[in-house]
């Protein structure tokens, strides 16, 4: 089972929605559309489910061309933030209403009605209306329907923005596991890049209507292509600073210096953009190698375990996540402290030059 994007693209009223994409998805698999509001993650699934006609390109179900075909003539199942259950209906008859609109036979019905809610832990709940349920039920008796439709596509966009964090880190843990059982291809919406890592598969990062980078998950995360991907998958996104590499040195905007080792010791001499990620900033000189910079605290947030500090070093605005609770007066002068084993290097256009050493040995 295989879904092909060829060159598919999608303009409304002359401005571009989608750039031309190319994407293979292949069955049993999850794939993760990773990208801000508006990075175009629900136009490309509508172009995937045929719910929007392409202005260029074509879509290939399994080698077949169904460009033009009608989303009614595919299988295709559709799960979005919103809840959609049907409020009159038994949680029973909202899993079957697809199967009986299949024509499906009873017994048929059945045994699909309870596969599919035992494995969404439904089972007690079957003779319940979907207003009875909690919000974590009835996205639950949702995906169900979805899922006993017997869809090879499976279309998922946000569909655990509402839940409240114990249900949302449950069914993350739950979804890979009902999915790949199915065989279908998964296609997953979200703009959380710890969403995206937490459910594995493979990641597409969109940034304004273009699909930057597509591969495993890890992959993506630890090796972005360009500096663009980077941001977009890095919460808070990735801090950056100029940098410049004179022979066997690199200098971090004027003043820090950090021997070249490893892959960046190999780079032509010029100027690059070092980029890391929050958590990687420190407030103490955690290893012999770490670089020392000096920043005003503009600004702080507890959340109980960690601290976001929110820094400016020039022009240059950080975020460095932290663990415990520092209460620092904003305004204050901070140090803090970067291992260049953390640090990317991107070049004048935006693309990676040298990963991060602790991404290579990861």
């Not at 693209?9 to 989608?18: C, E, L, T, Y």
């Not at 024509?103 to 599919?116: K, P």
């Not at 319940?128 to 596509?153: D, H, I, Y």
């Amino acid at each position: 089972m295989t879904l092909e994007l060829q060159g598919v693209s999608r303009m409304v009223g002359g401005r571009v929605h989608i750039h031309p994409t190319d994407l293979a998805l292949q069955g049993g698999t999850m794939n993760v559309l990773l990208g801000p509001t508006l990075a175009g993650k629900t136009s490309l699934m509508r172009l995937m489910a045929g719910l929007d006609a392409p202005s260029s390109g074509r879509l290939l179900w399994n080698g077949q061309d169904v460009t033009g075909q009608r989303v009614q003539d595919r299988r295709v199942a559709m799960v979005y933030q919103q809840f959609i259950n049907y409020p009159s209906m038994s949680v029973y008859e909202n899993i079957a209403s697809p199967l009986r609109l299949q024509g499906r036979s009873r017994t048929d019905i059945e045994r699909a009605v309870g596969e599919v809610a035992e494995m969404l832990k439904l089972t007690p709940m079957l003779r319940r209306k979907p207003l009875e349920l909690s919000g974590g039920q009835q996205q639950r008796c949702a995906l169900a329907r979805a899922l006993v439709k017997g869809a090879g596509l499976v279309l998922l966009d946000e569909p655990l923005a509402n839940l409240d964090y114990k249900l949302r880190e449950e069914l993350r843990l739950e979804i890979p596991k009902i999915f790949e059982a199915s065989g279908a291809i998964f296609v997953y919406a979200t703009t959380e890049p710890e969403e995206a890592l937490l459910l594995g598969g493979h990641t597409a990062t969109l940034w304004e209507g273009r699909v930057t980078q597509f591969g495993p998950t890890p992959q993506v995360y630890r090796q972005p292509v360009d500096a663009t991907t980077a941001r977009v998958f890095s919460d808070p996104p990735m801090n950056f600073l100029p940098v410049t590499k004179t022979g066997a040195r690199l200098t971090f905007g004027h003043l820090a210096h950090a021997p070249a080792e490893g892959a960046l010791a190999g780079l032509a001499d010029g100027r690059y953009l070092a980029g890391f990620r929050a958590n990687h900033l420190a407030l103490n000189r955690h290893s012999g190698r770490a670089v020392e910079f000096s920043c005003r605290l503009t600004a702080t947030e507890i959340t109980g375990s960690e601290t976001f500090l929110h820094l400016a070093h020039g022009s240059d605005l950080w975020v460095g996540l932290v663990p415990g609770i520092h209460d620092l007066p904003p305004g204050s002068e901070v140090s803090v402290w970067l291992d260049p084993a953390h640090v990317y290097l991107f070049d004048a256009e935006g693309a990676l030059a040298a990963p991060a050493a602790y991404a290579l040995a990861a």
